[in-house]
């Protein structure tokens, strides 16, 4: 079975332009932060002294920050309320401090050039002030009159906010390097001296997510890739970082054509426990001693040695349909050949109603699947982790194989197989 697997990992990853028909192939990373860590950031940038100026009416205001920020992420926004103290003047008159929370929310984008932009928007004041306080001669209504200053200090937290939400995701250290270390081949099999190489064509990105207080990017880097056993081959020049481009959504899966060989000496190891030395027949039996198989007029043709009630050789024929619907291949129109076996009629129907017809179907069937799941498992176990850079490693799995038609040569059988599943860089610490 060993031939089968390494054949199967080899073509794997074969060039991604085999067929027009197979969507490309997409290397994902998931880039998130959470909001508790994005406070962090902002409370150790915020000052002190948020805004000092007019107030309206003839008054001033001096707004001070009294606390940490509180950050939460719903709804695909960034929600900020910012703890204040307010003081009012007016003339000779001085207002006690009014305590209130500012709140903001913020959408975050990308633009083309991998950096995070935040549009501000002031939403409104905490409950907690009155709805009206006395300065002097004064009456005020506090509510009224921080709205005429939410703008200036909006102004002044939506820079802060845009730089931390950057220094908090870093998008761009994060992708450049996965970019520049994705043109350079990878070990992905010391065993057989395998190497993956890619060929990254450009990047998606699927909106920015901000829900459960958790803010998060999806990023698919779409790319062709390949195989070379032997040395380790040469590293394709390194390409720019190329603009981001925002899709609402993208395949996040690999799909990868290639013809799988399944070995005419892997079948036979399969089918030796259930013919050799094996007895078919009630009252007249034949015991199977040999056999072998071959490909004929695209159809598998098993020829047994048998003894017994007859001694000689019997061909069976069998044709390997594959069912779009199931997704299976299996063999079907399994029976005798009667071109030349003149002997079969004369010696009765007892031959023809033997098990051994329905013995190979059922052994052949089980073997296809047997090997391709196994094959599969190998392929995971691959492509598990591949390192990439320092901290970083690229993982995979292959989900399903979707079969196609199946070609019998001399000694093969060749499938179509279109390898799915999905792939992903992970960041370690």
């Not at 020049?237 to 395949?251: G, N, Y």
Request: hydrophobic share 45%.
């Amino acid at each position: 079975m060993s031939r089968f697997f390494v054949i199967f990992l080899f073509l794997l990853l074969s060039p991604i332009c085999a067929s027009a028909a197979v969507p490309p192939s997409s290397i994902n990373l998931n880039v998130e932060t959470s909001a508790a860590d994005l406070a962090a950031i902002i409370n150790r940038s915020l000052p002190k002294d948020l805004y000092k100026g007019q107030g309206g009416l003839g008054t001033s205001v001096t707004v001070i920050r009294t606390g940490p920020v509180a950050v939460s992420a719903k709804d695909n926004f960034v929600y900020l309320t910012l703890p204040v103290q307010l003081s009012f003047g007016y003339s000779f008159y001085e207002s006690y401090p009014l305590r209130a929370g500012l709140r903001f929310k913020a959408r975050v984008s990308v633009t083309p050039d991998w950096r995070l932009k935040t549009e501000l928007y002031y939403t409104g004041l905490s409950d907690n002030l009155a709805d009206t306080f006395s300065l002097g001669p004064l009456s005020l209504k506090p509510k009224t009159m921080v709205e005429n200053i939410s703008q200036p200090v909006q102004r002044m937290l939506a820079p802060i906010i845009d730089a931390k939400v950057n220094d908090a995701i870093q998008l761009r250290p994060k992708i450049a390097p996965l970019w520049q270390n994705a043109f350079s081949p990878m070990l992905v099999s010391k065993e057989f001296s395998a190497w993956l190489q890619l060929s990254p064509e450009k990047i998606v990105m699927s909106p920015l997510l901000a829900a459960n207080d958790r803010i998060q990017l999806s990023i698919g880097v779409i790319s062709g890739a390949a195989i070379t056993v032997g040395p380790k081959p040469d590293a394709a020049p390194v390409k720019p970082l190329p603009p981001v481009q925002q899709l609402s959504s993208f395949d996040k899966r690999f799909h990868i054509q290639l013809a799988t060989n399944v070995f005419f000496a892997d079948l036979v190891t399969a089918l030796n426990p259930v013919l050799i030395d094996k007895t078919f027949g009630d009252e007249r039996k034949i015991t199977i001693k040999s056999f072998n198989l071959k490909g004929e007029d695209g159809r598998l043709a098993i020829v047994l040695t048998t003894a017994g009630d007859f001694d000689g050789e019997i061909t069976i024929l069998a044709k390997p349909v594959y069912n779009q619907q199931s997704n299976t291949l299996t063999f079907e129109d399994v029976d005798f050949d009667t071109r030349n076996a003149g002997w079969l009629i004369s010696a009765g129907s007892w031959v023809f109603g033997s098990s051994i017809r329905d013995t190979i179907k059922t052994n052949l069937d089980a073997s296809v699947v047997e090997q391709l799941e196994k094959a599969r498992l190998k392929a995971c176990s691959s492509l598990s982790s591949v390192h990439v850079a320092e901290h970083v490693n690229l993982t995979g799995a292959v989900t399903s194989l979707s079969l196609g038609a199946a070609t019998v040569l001399n000694d093969r059988l060749s499938i179509d197989v279109i390898a799915q599943g999905e792939t992903s860089i992970r960041l370690q610490q």
